[in-house]
Structures are given as structure tokens and as C-alpha cells.
């Protein structure tokens, strides 16, 4: 399986955007799935995931009422939607995959075994 993140841009603070990751394949319902970011000088941070099931949902304090992950396996593909963004929501932004039960949430990066090659968000205040 291999994943193309996208929608990344430049908005003002309090503007939205939606990244979309796009699996190749047919066994992206196998897979739980995440987006992480990265800022310059910071580490890879776990933003929202979602579980194979679509059922279960996490997100990170920061985004929590703001962002909504969620997936639509018939088309391999999954979506993070930003809302009300803030300057410190600026990073590239990476979707993966991680193996796990079917309800199961995964925060761990090092659990991941598919990445994206991410997609740059910044917002401007």
C-alpha cells in the first residue's frame, strides 16, 4: 500500500482546510489509520486517528473540536478536516497506516507502517 497525502496550502488564522490521503491498493480497510504533523525544530507529533472500524476516533488535545478525521474505504481514502486553524497548526502534515484490531486506536508513530510523503500547511495569522 503506498499514500499520497494532499491539500495542504496557505490559509489565514480561523480558515479551513482538508488534507486527504489516498491509499493505491485494496487493503487500506485493514488498516487503521492516522495523520501526524511536523514542525521545524519540533518532533512528529500524532494529531488524529481513526481505527478500522471508522468507529473509534482520537485526537490530540490541541485540535480536539476542531479537526474531524474520517475515512471512506470504498474509495481508499481518508480525510482530516481542519476548522478555525491557528498559526501554531502550521507543519507538514502526514497521514499512515498501522496494523491493529479492528476497533483499536494507535498513537504511537513506531506502531506505523505506512507513511506519506506529507503535505505542507501554513497558516498565516
Known amino acids: 500500500v503506498q499514500l499520497q497525502a494532499y491539500g495542504g496550502g496557505l490559509v489565514q488564522a480561523g480558515g479551513s482546510l482538508r488534507l486527504s490521503c489516498a491509499a493505491s491498493?485494496?487493503?487500506?480497510?485493514?488498516?487503521?489509520m492516522g495523520w501526524f504533523r511536523q514542525a521545524p525544530g519540533s518532533e512528529r507529533e500524532v494529531v488524529a486517528v481513526?481505527?478500522?472500524?471508522?468507529?473509534?476516533?482520537y485526537y490530540t488535545d490541541s485540535v480536539k473540536g476542531r479537526f474531524t478525521i474520517s475515512r471512506d474505504n470504498a474509495k481508499n481514502t481518508a480525510y482530516l478536516q481542519m476548522n478555525s486553524l491557528k498559526p501554531e497548526d502550521t507543519a507538514v502534515y502526514f497521514c499512515a497506516l498501522y496494523n491493529s484490531g479492528y476497533h483499536d486506536i494507535e498513537r504511537n508513530p513506531s506502531k506505523y507502517v505506512r507513511w506519506g510523503q506529507g503535505t505542507q500547511v501554513t497558516i498565516s495569522s
Open positions: 481513526i481505527s478500522r472500524s471508522g468507529s473509534n476516533t
Open positions: 491498493g485494496r487493503t487500506f480497510s485493514t488498516y487503521g
